[in-house]
């Protein structure tokens, strides 16, 4: 177990200073940031010093190694626009961004199991037909007009939910929150949902699948004729049988929308970290984009690494192959 | 319907505490962007200046047409060739309850070089050579050579105080001592209470305002950035004020009571640029083979595209009605904008003659670049643009991109025909004609936006003298005649004056849309 860890963590390493030298270069290729940034009556000399000040007129190698050394003393340096750490930046959006992820991921897939495995279960009923028609819609309608449609019709016709930003919070631990105040979550509703539909739509198909050919094997067959009941089955038969994939994609899909909320970040003004990335892109804000995208590698390995080791506690198979 | 019976109380309670936001007392504004610290020195972006307005001064005011009225400093006039006296008003105090004076104005343009950022301040002192402190109500700044249009560049000048920022003016300090609010003390009309980047700034009325009393206790100023979120958040009644309207939405609001749509003009004027280098890497022959020369160094060829060019139908169906023709690259009425300059004709029989005349009877293809989305309507004109040059015989390719890619490779001089935006901020011409037009010469500190290497001597020799002029009357008139000059030469060929749109609920609020697009809460008044 204990190799699997630090062959897991050499990897995470890895992935990291490859995406870094990327990030990096892709940046560098573009341009130079104070082409975009540097006001219209800046004159040369003025235009070399603001370049000086960056760092930005020693080669590229150079740059990197300064980044990756500072990095390495857990400095991820300052950000261009805003002349404040960028941890300090990202630290203060991720929460925003985390508890709303939280709870559209987690809703999404516990409602989504649910209907999925009452689809499966029974396929022929008329619920279970309409559950899958609107699943389809969940998957092919695009997030950023369902996410319009929902503030036109809540906010401005009906005036029930505000139309966007974050509303009150409280410090929990340190850290503002917003979920646990009746205005904070009114102001969650909305993004959550548009960020969820999508998630639902594919938790819903991947669970009735799944169920549909676990009731076939011989598993449920003997558990029947061992006279279990239909309930016992469901939930101590099935929904472990069907969870691995189940797992995989949740870990998946929480890792990608923790990343990349961004179309819903925007349209509701969520001042998240999907936010701050795009924005940050725009002005070609290097460290913050180099480090945010680092911190997402990160991210992504740590949550398959969850993944791995929630599959040895539900599947024996796993288990025994992974210590033997 | 049961459901509705339980859905609307729970909804009542949740929507609650949104709708009791907009209250008389305050002023909540939906802005597009926001500043970057509560620093005033540490961008000159419009939005971060707009942002910084509320909080603190300047020594010298920009009003709503851009002319420079008094702000802090009183009055201002030359002392000799390269010094300018400033009188400072008296009997101003900061938020802490420290007297303003000549202390502050000297520390202020001395901290600027040591805490500005990438979009750096340091232009508004690029004159400034040394301060001098003459009793605590006057001062003189002594200049590097002739600096007639020192005034125009302190607009954007904000006063700190002395002694509240004395900590923080170092890069390393400044951000944290501002954004916290320790240093963040100013003679402005409001008082800082709290703000975080991209998020919420929040104000409180500053009661001994020299300017007189403000109509809102409190200011909530919200960045918004997406277009569509921020109109949603003024329906919905979240905010009072937005500013930005894009052109699809105003043509709603037209039809819509609630919602009162403001339109003002804007500084921005769209200009094609033409590349005058012997080589020049975009533009080809029709079937592809290199050309013998550059087209565009041809008077002829660029009339010929300026006839080509539709600017009503532009500004009719492109923009919505949301601009206004150009002829020049600064607004009408703005300090050495000319009126003897004629509207180009549209006419393409004649831009095909003209195309003949010059030896591309067949016309010739070229590669056009411009920026998408950077101002409202900039990728639509460029889809104009093409289709308009391509029907006089010119193959254009249009490429509108974003900002991000287009302006470093701008500045690396890539393109042979591009278009881009550019906003007069300062009201008067050497600003855009001496970045623009004169040939790039880091010596004389002119033509640094120059991209297209335009060079006539003649521009070059009235921009230089103009510089110099310590006489309002005869500076105006040397820069008409420049202005007049560049634009009969036709390497820039101004398209459209954009125009801006606020919007506010029907009835509620009243203010004068300001041409810099600033949106100043002190100046919008409750309407009753």
Redo the contacts between chains.
């Keep these: 177990m204990l190799g699997f860890i630090i062959q897991r963590l050499l990897q995470a390493i890895g992935v990291m200073a490859v995406m870094s030298v990327i990030v990096f270069c892709g940046v560098y290729a573009i341009g130079n940031p104070i082409d975009i940034v540097i006001p219209p009556e800046a004159t040369q000399e003025i235009r070399d010093a603001a370049i000086q000040r960056l760092g930005l007129d020693k080669p590229l190698y150079e740059q990197y190694f300064i980044f990756m050394g500072n990095l390495l003393q857990g400095d991820l340096g300052r950000s261009f626009v805003y002349n404040i750490p960028v941890l300090e930046l990202i630290g203060g959006r991720l929460p925003a961004t985390l508890e709303l992820v939280l709870i559209s991921v987690i809703s999404a897939t516990v409602l989504g199991v649910s209907l999925g495995i009452y689809a499966g279960y029974r396929p022929d009923s008329w619920v279970s037909k309409t559950i899958m028609a609107v699943s389809v819609l969940g998957f092919s309608v695009p997030s950023f007009w369902v996410g319009l449609i929902l503030i036109l019709f809540f906010a401005v016709n009906l005036g029930w939910l505000p139309a966007g930003g974050r509303g009150d919070t409280v410090e929990i631990w340190g850290v503002a929150w917003s979920f646990p105040t009746l205005d904070g979550l009114s102001h969650i509703v909305l993004p959550a949902v548009n960020l969820a539909l999508f998630k639902l739509a594919m938790m819903i198909r991947l669970a009735r699948a799944g169920t549909r050919e676990i009731m076939l094997t011989d598993t449920v067959k003997f558990a029947r004729a061992a006279g279990l009941s239909e309930g016992t089955i469901l939930r101590r038969h099935l929904l472990k049988l069907i969870s691995i994939p189940i797992i995989t994609v949740f870990g998946l899909e929480l890792g990608s929308t923790l990343a990349f909320a961004v179309v819903t970040e925007t349209i509701f003004s969520w001042p998240g970290v999907g936010k701050l990335i795009i924005d940050s892109i725009g002005v070609l804000d290097r460290p913050v984009m180099v480090a945010y995208l680092i911190l997402v590698a990160f991210l992504f390995v740590t949550i398959n690494f969850v993944i791995d080791l929630v599959f040895a506690l539900i599947d024996p198979r796993v288990r025994k192959g992974a210590t033997a | 319907m049961k459901y509705k019976k339980f ?1 609307a109380p729970l ?5 609650l ?3 009791g936001a907009a209250s008389a007392q305050t002023l909540t504004m939906g802005v597009r962007g926001g500043p ?2 509560m620093d005033p020195h ?1 961008s ?2 419009g939005s971060h200046a707009e942002a910084a307005k509320h909080i603190f001064d300047t020594l010298v005011w920009s009003g709503t047409d851009l002319q420079i009225e008094p702000g802090l400093a009183e009055s201002w006039a030359p002392v000799d060739e390269d010094t300018w006296e400033f009188k400072l008003r008296k009997g101003v105090k900061f938020h802490d309850g420290s007297d303003f004076d000549a202390e502050d104005v000297k520390f202020s343009i001395e901290r600027i070089p040591a805490v ?5 301040t ?2 508004y002192v ?1 004159r400034v050579a040394s301060v001098d402190i003459i009793d605590p109500h006057t001062i003189h700044i002594n200049t590097d050579g002739q600096a007639a249009t020192l005034p125009n560049d302190f607009i954007r000048l904000f006063i700190v105080s002395s002694e509240a920022a004395a900590d923080y003016s170092t ?1 390393e300090t ?3 001592g501002f ?1 916290s609010g320790a240093a963040a003390i100013g003679t402005g009309p409001y008082k800082y209470v709290s703000w ?4 919420d700034l929040v104000l409180e009325k500053n009661p001994d305002y020299w300017r007189g009393d403000g109509a809102w206790e409190q200011v909530i100023r ?5 277009d ?3 109109l ?2 003024l ?4 905010v009072d004020v937005i500013n930005y309207v894009s052109s699809v939405d105003y043509l709603a609001l037209e039809r819509d009571a609630d919602i009162d749509a403001i339109k003002g003009d804007s500084v921005y004027i769209m200009n094609l640029q033409l590349d005058q280098r012997e080589d020049t890497p975009l533009v080809r022959a029709i079937d592809g083979s290199d050309l013998d020369a550059n087209p565009f160094r041809d008077l002829k060829v660029r009339q010929a595209i300026d006839h080509a060019i539709d600017r009503q139908t532009m500004v009719d169906i492109v923009l919505e009605g949301l601009g206004k023709p150009a002829n020049q690259m600064m607004p009408p009425g703005f300090f050495g904008s000319s009126e003897d300059i004629p509207m180009p004709a549209y006419d393409p029989t004649k831009a095909k003659e003209l195309l003949a005349d010059a030896g591309y009877p067949d016309g010739f293809e070229v590669d056009l670049y411009c920026t998408a ?1 950077r101002l409202p309507g900039d990728g639509a004109i460029c889809q104009g643009l093409g289709q308009m040059l391509t029907q006089v015989g010119i193959k254009t390719n249009v490429n509108a991109i ?4 287009y ?6 001089l890539e393109y042979s025909m591009f278009m881009n935006g ?1 906003g007069t ?2 009201g008067e011409a050497s ?1 855009t004609l001496g ?1 623009l037009a004169h040939t790039n010469n ?1 010596d004389v ?1 002119l033509g ?2 120059n991209r297209i290497e335009y060079s006539n001597p003649e521009v070059d020799e009235l921009l230089q003298s103009g510089a110099k002029m310590m006489d309002p009357d005869q500076r105006r008139a040397t820069y008409e005649q420049a202005m007049e000059k560049v634009m009969a030469d036709k390497a820039y060929i101004s398209l459209v004056q954009l125009q801006t749109v606020w919007g506010a609920k029907a009835g509620t609020v009243e203010f004068t849309p300001r041409f810099d697009e600033d949106t100043l809460a002190f100046f919008i008044k409750p309407a009753n």
């Design positions: 859905l909804a009542f309670a949740l929507g505490s949104a709708a970057e610290s540490f000159a972006l500005s950022g990438p979009t750096t340091t232009i690029r890069p400044a951000a944290e954004n975080e980047p991209k998020g919200k960045e918004i950035p997406n569509s979120s921020r949603a958040a329906k919905a009644g979240q989305d974003s900002k991000t890619v302006f470093p490779a701008q500045a690396r550019w901020l300062t600003y970045g880091p500190k640094a936006f």
